[in-house]
């Protein structure tokens, strides 16, 4: 499996467009009746499995055809931090304000 982490942003998207492939085949469906279901065109649906690329909505409507939206809700959620992490971040001392070079010249 693909670290997303680790991966470049066209890798990702091919891996996603596979995965979707891998979960529409384990379902039994075929590109042309999942198309239809979802209101997009054959091609439309097959461009995405090969390459991973479609409009955002488009992706949302594929998962949802494949029982998947709940896959997308720890995305782009703020992490809880521990209290240590918190108390960390404010014993750091913030950045101090660059001087103006023309103030100085003077």
């Known amino acids: 499996m693909l670290d997303f982490s680790l991966a470049l942003p066209h890798e990702i998207c091919l891996e996603l467009g596979a995965r979707a492939r891998t979960r529409r085949l384990s379902i039994n469906v075929s590109v042309d009746e999942m198309a239809q279901r979802i209101g997009l065109s054959s091609k439309t649906l097959g461009n995405f499995e090969r ?16 029982n998947a939206t ?4 720890s995305v782009l959620v703020t992490q809880s931090r521990t209290i240590e992490e918190m108390r ?8 101090q304000r660059a ?8």
């Open 51 to 66: 390459t991973g690329r479609c409009t955002l909505e488009t992706f949302v409507r594929i998962l949802e055809s494949l």
């Open 70 to 73: 709940s896959d997308l809700q």
């Open 88 to 95: 960390a971040k404010a014993a750091i001392v913030g950045r």
């Open 99 to 106: 001087y103006r070079l023309a103030s100085r010249i003077k």
